[in-house]
């Protein structure tokens, strides 16, 4: 069995899942959309200010509120596979991804909670 300080240093170590990410009402059918360079991360930070009422999307708080977790579900829209390059920094492809993303879905509000 692997230790603490094992484990931690191996979660550092992992590659992390980087691109689109939508928070999606299965009621409404009202998505977020956004990147992340780590979204398994992202997505524990959202549900963690989601329960604890800490969201700053206030549309999704407030649906969060009124139906509950079990309804919304968090999905990778795409995925960003990081260039081999020394000092690669993804902030602008990442940016470029998102547009074409919230351009193709268009979750604005009052249809969507971007």
């Avoid at 998505?31 to 997505?43: E, G, L, P």
């Avoid at 968090?74 to 596979?81: A, N, P, Q, S, Y």
């Avoid at 020394?86 to 993303?101: A, F, I, R, V």
């Amino acid at each position: 069995m692997k230790t603490r300080k094992e484990l931690i240093l191996e979660y550092k170590l992992a590659p992390k899942t980087m691109g689109v990410y939508r928070i999606r009402n299965a009621v409404n059918n009202k998505s977020y959309i956004a990147v992340s360079k780590d979204i398994r991360a992202r997505f524990n930070r959202h549900r963690m200010s989601l329960k604890t009422r800490n969201e700053r999307i206030k549309g999704l708080q407030a649906d969060w509120i009124e139906h509950g977790e079990a309804v919304f579900e968090f999905e990778i829209v795409d995925l960003l596979e990081p260039l081999d390059q020394p000092g690669y920094d993804p902030t602008e492809d990442l940016k470029t991804l998102l547009s074409l993303w919230l351009a193709k879905l268009q979750p604005f509000e009052p249809n969507g909670y971007n």
